[in-house]
């Protein structure tokens, strides 16, 4: 009984290893051979996703040798960085240049005239005032960057009048310090029931150039290797100013182009604002304190006391310049609640915090239920995650350009505050939603990789700014984590939807009802 047992399971076996090697391996040799499939060594299509996966990407990447030079040369040479764009009409770009030109000098004119009533006003009085000649040039590089903006983003990517304006805003002579647009709505008031301690909210100012450029500066309140303390709310935290140069090298690495071009720079707070302002009350707020340092606060009830002041040493103090976008006169943008607001309060929570549905009602609504809105709305959940910004109540447009058109990426001032610590509801709009854009997606890929690995194209991104170093090792290194993490997110997403579902081609409605226009 057991030899005829033996017999049977070798006889099984054997036919089973037959059918193996005569019938079920030469199928798949065929299959193989008819799919047409490449080698590893063979780069492939990348703007194919055949899964979620970094498959795609590993193709391309190691297919372009690692020969020790700039990552970051090698990120921008890469063909996810030079897709072709369709060419822009007239009605694409943002100003066109008589339109420009025309505001322009009417603004001069206006100017010139303005501080010749002031001089005169101030010789009556005996006030000195520095004063600098003022020439507008039509073809300074903060002129090329307005009229460079499109529907499509801030400036093209390979437009050499972004990388001088950053250059330029170094050693630009300050002709006029005055308070910022919105510190000027409050004049003097603030309301202080939401708040526990004074954030440096309106400690900033707006600079006028000799050639007539115009920048916002916020001031250093922060110590590089300071993290914000875990008991401090986010909306009273303070505002970094290398959280926003930063801010605009990641937006840039992340292909974005959303930010505004941003600078660091060591200012005179005597000779590039007290001495050129002519406003009275920021005058005021000036001392000098007890070391001999020239300081000034912010005009605002919770704010005017003078252990919330900022100084130089002793005059100079670092900062961050942002180049102003085109007037709202002449390029008019409107400000819209992010869906995904948070409180502001102590103890009070938002739908979108208890309700895991939430995506779907937003879905439903106006302008998030068609076009390209809400995907823009992932993408600036994305980019405000990885430098954990919680900070953003708000988002603007330019209004020409409609539903269509990119979310600006202003006032990220409150980035980079805790290296520690990844804020992932921040990610709500991709987790709830569970959408991304092909691109966005396939950029954060590469950037995942050890050849064009996030934080090494940060760091050296970062390098060419004046103030280097603007991040720690330890805000460098959480932007590598928080990608990883990102990635994980989406790979949730795409197990439980599918990737058809989670993986959106970017939509172009333009371009779409432009060539319905033609036809």
Same mark, same amino acid.
């Given at each position: &009984? ?6 049977? $399971? @070798? /006889?099984? #076996? ?7 090697? !005569? ?91 303005? &501080? ?6 101030? $010789? @009556? /009085?005996? #006030? ?7 020439? !507008? ?383």
């Amino acid at each position: &009984m057991r030899r005829d047992r033996l017999l049977l $399971a @070798a /006889s099984l #076996i054997v036919i089973f290893s037959a059918d193996i090697y !005569f019938i079920l391996l030469p199928k798949l040799r065929s299959t193989g051979e008819g799919s047409g499939r490449s080698c590893s060594c063979q780069p492939s299509n990348f703007s194919q996703l055949s899964d979620w996966t970094l498959t795609p990407l590993q193709d391309i990447t190691l297919s372009q040798p690692d020969n020790g030079g700039s990552k970051l040369d090698r990120l921008f040479a890469h063909p996810l960085y030079n897709t072709q764009t369709p060419v822009l009409g007239p009605e694409e770009s943002l100003l066109h240049l008589e339109q420009l030109m025309d505001y322009y000098r009417k603004k001069v004119s206006r100017w010139e005239r303005h &501080m010749k009533l002031y001089n005169e006003a101030a $010789a @009556a /009085s005996n #006030i000195t005032v520095m004063e600098h000649e003022v020439a !507008f040039d039509p073809d300074a590089n903060w002129v090329k960057f307005h009229l460079g903006i499109s529907r499509n983003a801030l400036y093209s990517r390979q437009d050499p009048a972004i990388t001088q304006l950053l250059w330029d805003m170094r050693d630009m002579t300050v002709v006029n310090a005055d308070y910022t647009q919105d510190g000027k709505s409050l004049k003097g008031a603030c309301d202080c029931s939401q708040v526990v301690k004074p954030s440096g909210h309106h400690l900033k100012l707006a600079l006028k150039m000799q050639n007539f450029a115009k920048a916002m500066f916020k001031p250093m309140r922060q110590q590089r290797e300071d993290e914000t303390p875990e008991d401090v709310f986010y909306f009273v935290d303070v505002q970094r100013h290398n959280a926003e140069i930063a801010a605009f090298h990641l937006d840039r690495i992340l292909d974005f182009r959303r930010v505004p071009p941003v600078a660091g720079r060591w200012l005179n707070l005597t000779g590039e604002v007290l001495q050129v302002t002519r406003n009275d009350e920021l005058r005021a707020v000036f001392f000098t304190s007890p070391a001999n340092n020239t300081c000034f606060f912010a005009k605002c009830l919770y704010m005017c006391k003078t252990e919330y002041a900022v100084c130089g040493t002793p005059d100079l103090l670092e900062g961050s310049l942002s180049a102003y976008l085109p007037g709202l006169s002449i390029a008019p943008r409107i400000s819209i609640p992010n869906p995904w607001i948070r409180s502001y309060s102590f103890t009070r929570q938002e739908e979108w915090e208890v309700n895991p549905l939430y995506c779907d009602t937003i879905k439903q609504l106006y302008p998030y239920n068609s076009g390209n809105r809400l995907l823009n709305i992932i993408d600036m959940s994305i980019f405000d995650f990885l430098m954990g910004n919680m900070d953003r109540h708000h988002y603007e447009v330019f209004t020409k350009f409609g539903d269509e058109g990119f979310l600006l990426h202003l006032d990220n001032a409150r980035g980079f505050g805790k290296h520690s610590q990844d804020e992932m509801s921040i990610l709500a709009p991709l987790s709830q939603c569970c959408m991304i854009k092909r691109s966005t997606l396939l950029r954060l890929q590469l950037l995942a990789q050890a050849h064009f690995r996030l934080s090494d194209v940060m760091r050296e991104s970062l390098q060419k700014d004046p103030l280097q170093p603007i991040l720690t090792e330890a805000h460098l290194s959480a932007l590598d984590r928080r990608l990883h993490k990102l990635l994980r997110v989406v790979q949730r997403c795409v197990r439980r939807l599918g990737k058809d579902q989670v993986i959106t081609n970017d939509f172009k409605p333009r371009a779409e009802a432009l060539s319905k226009k033609s036809k």
